[in-house]
């Protein structure tokens, strides 16, 4: 999954192995998801001191900013309530941005690293040969996909399946949207981080669904989740039924 043979891959391995606080390697170990990025540095045997040092800024970046939301959530009800709202509305905000803004620093970085380095990085390396054999096996299967999963070539009945789990799960979700538009939560009780299940919700978790559009909202998502997985196990049979008889005419 990670893609050690990849050239996207290897131009983030090359980024993240400069030495100190480099922008991009900062960008990317601050910007990227917190845990695909720790898993993918430990798979490409990156310096473990070295990520660390780069990963420092993320203090000023996002841990500072939200911490201190966390502490003004108390405050809110010390009297002044707009005034404290209004500043952990900004901390938010300024996290926000930070994180939005490396992530998009780090893609930058990380086209212009392909853009360069894209013929080195896609030559092969000793080490990497089991994967790339794997990857190139799998090419066939991930055709054969894309041409059975093609909108013209499918049946009726499969596009008639995987329309219905597109609308259910736009559905599900529009329910759920529904409680931040609207005054009044149709589908769940509105729960800060600072409330109190005893008090909000009667000691019991599940009072946070509202009856009936809270468990209608979840049923469709679930059925909708269903039929995807589903649909997808299905093209999936037909692709390897298609890529074993095209193998079989072949080999004749």
């Not at 300024?94 to 994180?99: R, T």
């Not at 009726?156 to 995987?162: F, H, P, V």
């Not at 529904?178 to 981080?193: N, S």
Request: aromatic share 6%; with cysteine.
């Amino acid at each position: 999954m990670i893609g050690v043979d990849s050239v996207p891959t290897r131009a983030i391995e090359k980024v993240l192995k400069q030495r100190g606080l480099k922008i991009g390697k900062v960008a990317i170990l601050v910007g990227g998801p917190d845990w695909p990025t720790s898993v993918t540095c430990g798979i490409l045997k990156l310096n473990i001191p070295q990520m660390l040092l780069g990963t420092l800024p993320v203090y000023i970046a996002s841990i500072a900013p939200q911490t201190l939301v966390g502490a003004l959530i108390t405050k809110e009800s010390d009297g002044n309530d707009t005034l404290w709202s209004a500043v952990t509305t900004v901390c938010t905000g300024v996290a926000a941005v930070c994180q939005a803004g490396a992530m998009l620093v780090a893609s930058r970085i990380i086209i212009q690293t392909v853009e360069k380095d894209g013929e080195e990085l896609a030559k092969p390396r000793p080490e990497h040969a089991k994967v790339a054999e794997l990857t190139a096996k799998e090419a066939d299967y991930v055709q054969a996909c894309s041409r059975v999963e093609a909108w013209d070539v499918m049946s009726m009945r499969r596009r008639a399946t995987i329309t219905t789990a597109a609308y259910m799960h736009l559905l599900a979700f529009f329910l759920f949207a529904a409680d931040f538009v609207l005054m009044e939560p149709v589908c769940f009780e509105k729960f800060a981080v600072n409330d109190r299940i005893g008090e909000m919700l009667g000691g019991n978790v599940l009072n946070i669904v509202l009856l009936p559009l809270g468990a209608t909202s979840l049923s469709i998502w679930l059925i909708a989740c269903i039929i995807h997985v589903s649909h997808s196990k299905d093209m999936g049979r037909v692709a390897r039924e298609t890529l074993l008889g095209h193998q079989t005419v072949s080999t004749e």
